[in-house]
């Protein structure tokens, strides 16, 4: 299975603090009975990161965030 970085993750979110904080949002969405966005069986912490990666998870401030060109995918393929 290919690793997720924070690189990958800041293709999506140029700030690291905003990055974390939304990562840390979303493990305890999770533990409150969220279902994960995508269909990966991981850790709660990498499953967000993944999900932010893939663009699934955005930011409240959109001027942080950072679309993918059309057609293309994060360069982490979940696998």
């Known amino acids: 299975m290919a690793r997720i970085t924070v690189e990958d993750c800041q293709e999506r ?3 690291r603090f905003l ?6 949002k979303r493990v305890r969405q999770y533990r409150e009975g ?4 995508l269909g990966v069986r991981n850790k709660e ?3 967000a990161l993944r999900e932010i990666a893939a663009g699934k998870i955005l930011p ?3 001027s942080l965030y950072t679309p993918l ?4 995918t994060p360069s982490s393929s979940e696998g």
């Open 13 to 15: 979110v140029d700030n």
């Open 60 to 62: 409240s401030d959109m």
């Open 45 to 47: 912490v990498v499953t």
């Open 19 to 24: 990055l974390v904080q939304m990562a840390i």
């Open 69 to 72: 060109p059309d057609g293309s």
């Open 34 to 37: 969220y279902e994960p966005l």
